[in-house]
Each structure stands twice: as structure tokens, then as C-alpha cells.
């Protein structure tokens, strides 16, 4: 067997300072390794199964360095690495999400210098249920720069790009995530020993190829569905979806579709609303807009927010773009010479695969160009161009089962030290196990540390912003919320970040990426780094009075040590009436909305005379206005309490 490094260990890698580091690989049996970096040697007697490794003592910060590898057979290898701060960046798609999804809400970012020693580590997704991987299939080390930048997590690019100004050192952000992953997909089968049912649904995937094989049946099902539109087949050899752009597209799919009945629709909006209740198949949506001289000069920018579900998007004929799902942004960059002086015609073919489509309602319609902002919401003109009777088949996401992504993505990673974890997940927790999220998260988190040989890593974890576009209010949200607190209240060295403000009601995926990720590094600033940046206030206890009930709050910092708020008081981050205060029973009133009043501290609520259960905060998917902060603008934690027995309350 050659000697072998992992790919986490390639060129570009950055290895964690401060900490013992683990450096490993494979050769052959009875082999001794030697291994040098920043003049400290180790060596190691290759196992039977092929496997070295070798431990360093604290590495100095900076880079890059040599790392010398030799074998006793003669063997060598080198590779130039960085030692600074090494974070985990994990969860679904909020943490997948890329930069070039935002392009068009961060274009400075594009325009800063390039910084080498702000590197990500992006693993490919793939998914195993036999077993832990040792190493990962596709991944790969590369530093920041203006063409790197729109494949690094969003959210991660924020955090560490914060890291690197604060301590001036190499940052690695090891991006293990995969948009739609439910937290069970990031276990282990014995962790989930506690969840049975999660285990019972990983079983019609098991045994040689079952899953293989119901991946590419569900795909080839999707794709003779399109096909049948005369589109070509849309997934790729690794079972992926490709964006609409890079599909061959027919070219009389630019011209103007024989015998189209051409009627008026307005938009942003549901397609429902505007007479098209039971809609699946293709429809093409066009306007044009009338444009100064000189425009051909300019580069331009088109936005069309999201839409159900796959769009090819033309300009004056040209082919300018097409996405493949509802989630990402139709933000389209017009060459200079598209746009002409005088009438301009956009044309969207949308492809809708089920009834419920639409265009976002509240997204920005716009095309920006010399400096100038159209809008394009309004009147449209649309043509059904096919019609069908079935729903699109949905893709069997079998990398998202119970164990198949810790297995192939994380399992890999356990020998790399790393300072802290960053989490990001819950979405899709909110169906029928919301309430056993925190005793799941709980369960991952002394998974992973347990594997990283690490009792007290660090956690950061975002709990779920606001929200209210394809999501059921059925609890789902709030107690997942509620979960992902409660464990940073019960387990030591984790710390939940407040995002209800930093989410879109019509958006699973906000684009506020550098609010969370600022909050996450005022977090990992206290939990990690020992250094007191903010404290969070939170609900503590409730007094009954008569006719009225006192929620009192306490402050604490992120790694849990009370303080004494002798200079806070309650507020609220848009300065209106606290909103979302709810008294709750338990028969068929349910529950009802409370006036609430702020009194320094404290929140009064009115209580009608019959008893209600418990008061609730910001139990709901979406709290638009009212948001409860202290006058940091930081927000209090959403809440439930169970009122005390008393004869008054």
C-alpha cells in the first residue's frame, strides 16, 4: 500500500493550534512513519489493517509550514499546511447555503483582496449506512478569493472572516452539511438506539444496493416526468440535480410557443390566487420594460426572487439563466449589449411540478442597471404551454436517512482537531419529532465529542429564525426552538444564538447570513475564547397578582454565568408593544393573545379571570413586530411557562 495521507491532511490544510494534533494515513503493514512539523518528529509502526498515526504537541499559529511524511520503505511526502483556529460547520441547507446564492446581497464581498489563510474544506455529500468512512470521497482545501468565494457556506465565510480579523491567524472551516438533512442522518446507529423510530425508518434502505437502487428509481421517475415536458434528462451520474442552466435546452424552447393563449397575471403571487388552483406542468411568463439610451453600455442585474420550481430565464432571447428548485434566488447577471435602448422583453418557461406554485409573493421583481432600479412586479402576460394530470415524482433522499451522512461525511473528520462546532439545523426536525429534539441534539452532541476525543467541545448553535412560508403552524418550529435552548441551558459549553429577527417570512433560507454568523461570533467570543462580549437575557420565573401575571427575566452570558442586569432593562428591538405574549389552556379555548406591558425587567401580562396554564412567547413560526430585547438589542429566548398553583393566578 503507497503512503497515504487523508484529503482533510492535503495541501492548503490548516490544522488547529494549542491542542494536541493527530496526523494520520495509511502504508504498508509493519512500516515505520516518521512525521516533522515546526521542528517536532513523531513516529508511528503501521498497523496490520494499514493505518498510522502520529501525535503533535501544541503547533504556533501561522504558515504555511512543511509537513514531511517518510516511510521506512523510502516513501515521501510533503505538504504545505497552516495552524490557526479550526471550526465544524455542520447542519442543512442554512448552513450549506453558498455565497453565490447572496451574490447579489453582499457584492463587496467580491471586491475585497484575496485572503489565503481564510480557507474552506468542502466535503462533497454522500452518504453510507454499513459503516464509518475513513476518509471522504470528494473534498477539497482552498482559500478565499474572488472565485472561491461563492462555493464557501455563507454563513461560515461571516463567522470566520470575523475569526481572522479578531486574532489575525489562519482560519478552517471544515464545511460537513447537506441541505434537507434531518438531525438523525448525523448519527451514529448506537445513538439512535434511545430513538427507535428514527432506526425504523433507516430499515427499508438497508441490505447490498437497496438504496442505490431506490435513489435511481425515484430520479428516473423525476426525470420521465420531464422528459415528457421535452425536457432531457435532468439528473447527472452521481444522482444530482443539475441547475436548469446547464440542462440542453431545445431551442424552440426561446421562440414563441405555437397557438399560446396569452392572458393578464400579476406578480409576485400565488398561482391559486390568480386562477390556476390545480396547475402542474409548463407555462411561460413574459413583460417587457422600456429602457433608457446607453443602457447597452452596462452589465445589469435581473432578480426575480424564487418560484415552484424550475425556470429557464431568457433576455432579448439570450438564455441568461435557470434554476432547478424553488429555494434558489433568480438573481440573473445581464452582459453588457443584452439590454437595448427602448423595449425589452423578459421571458421566464416555468415549469411547475405540483399544485401550490408560485411566484414568491413580497420578493423583489427588479432589473438593476446604470444605477438604476425597475421594478418589475405587476402585470404579466402568461401561456400555459403544457399541461399534466400527475404530480412531478418526488426524489427519494436517501442520503438523508439515519445514519448515512455521520457515516460518510462526519466519521472522517474524527481525528482532526478542531476548536469548536458550529451548528445549524432543525428545519426539517419540525414534523412529527420536533418534540424529541432537544433529547436527539443532546444525544449528537456527546456523540460527537465523545468521537473527537472531546468532552467539552464547544458548541454553537443558531436556533431556527422566524419563518412562515411553507410551514405548518402546528408547534413544530417553537418546539424545536425550544429544544435547541434547552440544551445550551442543561449541557455545559453550548451556546444557542436568538435569530428571530434574522429570518424571512417567505424565505426557509434568509439571507441575513452575516447577522447570525456576527452572533455566532460574539458566542464562540465568550464560550470559547473566555472574552464577556454580550449577555442574553432569558424568562426565569413567573408571580401571579390579581388580574395580572410577571414573567421575571435574568441575564446570563453565553457560557452560562449569571450577572447581575443592574444596567438592563426590557425593550423591544422595533420599539412597539411587545407582541406575542399567549395564555394557553388545555381545553378548547385553547389559547388567546394578552396585552403585556414592559416594566424594566419584567414583563407584566393582563390575565383574564379564568386560570390559563401556562404563558407563552413567540410561540408561533413568524413574530413580525413586538420582539422582546434588552437594550443591547439582544432578544430574549421564545418561552413557555407553566403558571404555579395560587388561588389569585
Known amino acids: 500500500m503507497a503512503l497515504t495521507l487523508p484529503k482533510l491532511l492535503n495541501d492548503g490544510c490548516v490544522l488547529q493550534s494549542g491542542q494536541t494534533i493527530h496526523i494520520w494515513g495509511w502504508s504498508d503493514a509493519g512500516d515505520t512513519v516518521m512525521a516533522t512539523l515546526q521542528e517536532q518528529s513523531a513516529t508511528a509502526i503501521v498497523q496490520p489493517d494499514g493505518s498510522w498515526i502520529v501525535d503533535f504537541g501544541p503547533l504556533d499559529a501561522g504558515g504555511p509550514f512543511a509537513m514531511k511524511i517518510r516511510s521506512s520503505s523510502g516513501e515521501r511526502l510533503e ?50 449506512f454499513t459503516g464509518p468512512h475513513t476518509d471522504h470521497g470528494r473534498a477539497a482545501w482552498y482559500g478565499c478569493d474572488a472565485e472561491t468565494l461563492g462555493d464557501f457556506s455563507a454563513l461560515a465565510y461571516f463567522f470566520g472572516k470575523r475569526i481572522r480579523e479578531r486574532f489575525d491567524v489562519p482560519v478552517g472551516l471544515l464545511n460537513v452539511s447537506l441541505g434537507g438533512s434531518p438531525i438523525e442522518s448525523w448519527m451514529d446507529a448506537a445513538a439512535l438506539e434511545a430513538f427507535p423510530e428514527a432506526l425504523a425508518e433507516l430499515g427499508p434502505y438497508l441490505g447490498e444496493g437497496v438504496a442505490e437502487r431506490r435513489s435511481a428509481d425515484s430520479i428516473v421517475a423525476r426525470d420521465h416526468w420531464y422528459q415528457a415536458l421535452g425536457y432531457p434528462v435532468v439528473g447527472d451520474a452521481h444522482h444530482e440535480w443539475v441547475p436548469m442552466n446547464d440542462w440542453p435546452c431545445p431551442k424552440d424552447k426561446a421562440e414563441e410557443p405555437a397557438g399560446a393563449v396569452w392572458r393578464d397575471i400579476t406578480l409576485p403571487g400565488w398561482f391559486a390566487e390568480r386562477g390556476l388552483d390545480d396547475f402542474r406542468g409548463e407555462m411561460e411568463l413574459k413583460r417587457t420594460v422600456e429602457l433608457p439610451v446607453g443602457v447597452d453600455a452596462h452589465d445589469a442585474l435581473l432578480r426575480l426572487g424564487t418560484m415552484n420550481d424550475a425556470d429557464h430565464t431568457w433576455v432579448n432571447g439570450m438564455l441568461v439563466g435557470g434554476r432547478s428548485n424553488l429555494y434558489e434566488p433568480r438573481d440573473y447577471s445581464l452582459d453588457a449589449g443584452i439590454l437595448h435602448e427602448g423595449i425589452n422583453e423578459i421571458r421566464v418557461r416555468l415549469v411547475v411540478e405540483r399544485p401550490g406554485g408560485r411566484v414568491t409573493p413580497d420578493k423583489p421583481m427588479i432589473l438593476i442597471v446604470g444605477g438604476i432600479t425597475y421594478d418589475l412586479s405587476g402585470e404579466w402576460r402568461y401561456a400555459v404551454t403544457a399541461k399534466v394530470q400527475e404530480d412531478c415524482p418526488f426524489e427519494d433522499f436517501v442520503r438523508w436517512k439515519p445514519t448515512g451522512l455521520y457515516n460518510a461525511m462526519l466519521a472522517p473528520c474524527f481525528p482532526y482537531a478542531v476548536r469548536a462546532a458550529l451548528w445549524y439545523q432543525g428545519e426539517s426536525n419540525t414534523g412529527e419529532s420536533a418534540s424529541r429534539y ?157 396585552q403585556a406591558v414592559i416594566d424594566g425587567t419584567d414583563i407584566k401580562v393582563r390575565i383574564p379571570a379564568r386560570r390559563p396554564r401556562e404563558v407563552r412567547y413567540a410561540w408561533c413560526n413568524d413574530l413580525e413586530s413586538g420582539l422582546i430585547c434588552d437594550d443591547d438589542g439582544t432578544l430574549l429566548p421564545p418561552f413557555r411557562i407553566v403558571l404555579p398553583d395560587s388561588p389569585i393566578c
Request: with cysteine; net charge negative; aromatic share 10%.
Open 438 to 594: 432537544a433529547d436527539m441534539l443532546e444525544a449528537m452532541i456527546g456523540l460527537w465529542r465523545s468521537e473527537w476525543k472531546q468532552d467539552r467541545l464547544p458548541f454553537l448553535v443558531v436556533q431556527l429564525p422566524n419563518c412562515s412560508i411553507d410551514c405548518a403552524e402546528d408547534d413544530g418550529w417553537p418546539l424545536v426552538r425550544e429544544g435547541q435552548w434547552e440544551v445550551a441551558c442543561r449541557i455545559p459549553d453550548v451556546a444557542t444564538v436568538v435569530t428571530l429577527d434574522a429570518g424571512e417570512w417567505n424565505d426557509l433560507h434568509p439571507h441575513d447570513k452575516r447577522l447570525i454568523a456576527t452572533r455566532l461570533y460574539e458566542a464562540a467570543l465568550d464560550l470559547v475564547y473566555g472574552e464577556r462580549c454580550r449577555s442574553v437575557p432569558r424568562a426565569d420565573t413567573v408571580e401571579c397578582g390579581e388580574g395580572w401575571l410577571t414573567v421575571h427575566t435574568t441575564w446570563a452570558t453565553y457560557a452560562g454565568r449569571p450577572l447581575q442586569a443592574t444596567d438592563l432593562s426590557l425593550t423591544t428591538l422595533d420599539g412597539a408593544d411587545p407582541e406575542g405574549i399567549v395564555l394557553f389552556w388545555n381545553d378548547a379555548e385553547k389559547q388567546r393573545r394578552a
Open 79 to 128: 505538504r504545505d499546511c497552516y495552524v490557526g483556529e479550526v471550526f465544524l460547520c455542520s447542519g442543512q441547507s442554512n448552513m450549506e447555503l453558498p455565497m453565490k446564492w447572496v451574490h447579489a446581497d453582499y457584492p463587496q464581498e467580491w471586491e475585497h483582496a484575496a485572503d489565503p489563510l481564510l480557507r474552506q474544506y468542502k466535503v462533497i455529500p454522500e452518504c453510507d
